[in-house]
């Protein structure tokens, strides 16, 4: 099973070969802390250099296997930042996993290092508006950015969280100082993170337990104020090849600038929408072309005032 796992993690380095740190914006950063040596890649568009007035700030966690060059390439959220006008952070995480609260992996501050990738980028540009810093991540970077927002609310103004839920131990311990936005994107078929709950990625060993999608929106529901019944839209069904539909649930009544939303991909795996099927269906499930996840993410952010 280990050896399964190295191949896959060994077929995602392939896939993302290539990278090159000579894009224009795009710069690689080292900081030491609690004794660890942590590197983050900070892009800033020409657009945003040019530009006067502070600039919003989003930072993208890979998931568990990964590293920050490979979400950075797969998503393309630099073409995003370009388009939007945004500053954004791709923090590496040691030996490719972060400390979510699961017991196993335990003893990094990983907390503590993006706050101070942050810091650091808020000093090096002197353009953030701190009114604006946003997290995302996929899976293992869901799960990191649910607990930056249970942690750190006062510096995050929202979160949005690609195949991930809570944990057992982040729903035990979360207690957010604020209501803080909260976007989920789960695919109802996902063979790692299951939609409904329980062991991740059971096939790979033991790696703890997800609640259930509907307990994890429940948690931000009683938390951001909102009402008990949200609204669902049926998406357009704009790839009708992939035998998967899209609903949006939205909770009305939520408190200000604390929105609650969930992409509910009906069929769909542990994926993110609008790329590349980065791994075969038999390990990750279906992705869809129904929706673009970055401009959803893009969207929701620019949705909070």
Partial sequence: MRRRTALIAFAVCLLFAG?????????????????????????????????????????????????????????????????????ALYPDGLNRHWNDGRVKYQG?????????????TVTDTGRIDNRRIFVAGMSNGGFMSQRLACEQAGLFAGMAVVTAQFTEELLASCNPSRPLAALYINGTEDPLIPYDGGAIAPKWGPRGTVTSTAATTAFWQRHNGCGGTPTMTLLPDLDTTDDIRVE?????????????????????GHTWPGKKQYLPEAVIGRTTGDIDANRLIDDFFRSVQ
Wanted: charged share 25%; hydrophobic share 35%; with cysteine.
């Fill in 19 to 87: 990278f090159a740190e000579a894009e224009e914006g795009l710069s690689r950063h080292r900081l030491t802390h609690n004794g660890l040596e942590r590197t983050y890649l900070r892009y800033v568009p020409p657009s945003v250099q040019r530009a006067d007035g502070p600039a919003q700030l989003v930072v993208v966690l890979h998931g568990g296997g990964g590293a920050a060059r490979f979400i950075m390439r797969h998503t393309r959220f630099n073409r995003l930042a370009d388009d939007s006008g945004f500053i």
């Fill in 108 to 120: 990094v501050d990983d907390v503590g290092f993006i706050t101070e990738a942050i810091k650091q």
């Fill in 248 to 268: 949006q649930h939205d909770w009305p009544g939520c408190e200000q600038n604390a929105p609650l939303r969930l992409y509910r991909i009906v069929g769909g």
